[in-house]
């Protein structure tokens, strides 16, 4: 059974920094991309980052260029997003996300697998 399990979110002042990780386990030879995404109260599920799983391609979304980074490790089977200077408008909870095929990778409904959600708060 594929699982992907998220950490690392709190509550932190605009100008911090987070680190998110994200494990997967279960079948992961399959995997092709892995994403985060973010949902804020009210709003529509958006797309934050992703990185090839057997690949160096990363994309961002235009918000986030220049301030996160993601990064895998696969012999951990673990995805990151580290987070650099927060601004309050980043306050979400972030969700990790597997697609085991091509696709739009900014869509969630391209996505095959989710995690719970880790709760990011960004105060100003």
Do not use: H
Not at 23 to 36: A, E, F, Q
Not at 102 to 114: E, F, V
């Amino acid at each position: 059974q594929v699982q992907l399990v998220e950490s690392g979110g709190g509550l932190v002042q605009a100008g911090g920094s987070l680190r998110l990780s994200c494990v997967v386990s279960g079948r992961t030879s399959s995997i092709y991309l892995m994403s985060w995404f973010r949902q804020a109260p009210g709003k529509e599920r958006e797309f934050v980052s992703a990185i090839r799983w057997g690949g160096i391609t990363t994309y961002y979304a235009d918000s986030v260029k220049g301030r996160f980074t993601i990064s895998r490790d696969n012999a951990k089977n673990t995805v990151t997003l580290q987070m650099n200077s927060l601004k309050p408008e980043d306050t979400a909870v972030y969700y990790c996300a597997r697609i085991d095929r091509g696709g739009p990778y900014s869509r969630p409904t391209s996505y095959d697998y989710w995690g719970q959600g880790t709760q990011v708060t960004v105060s100003s």
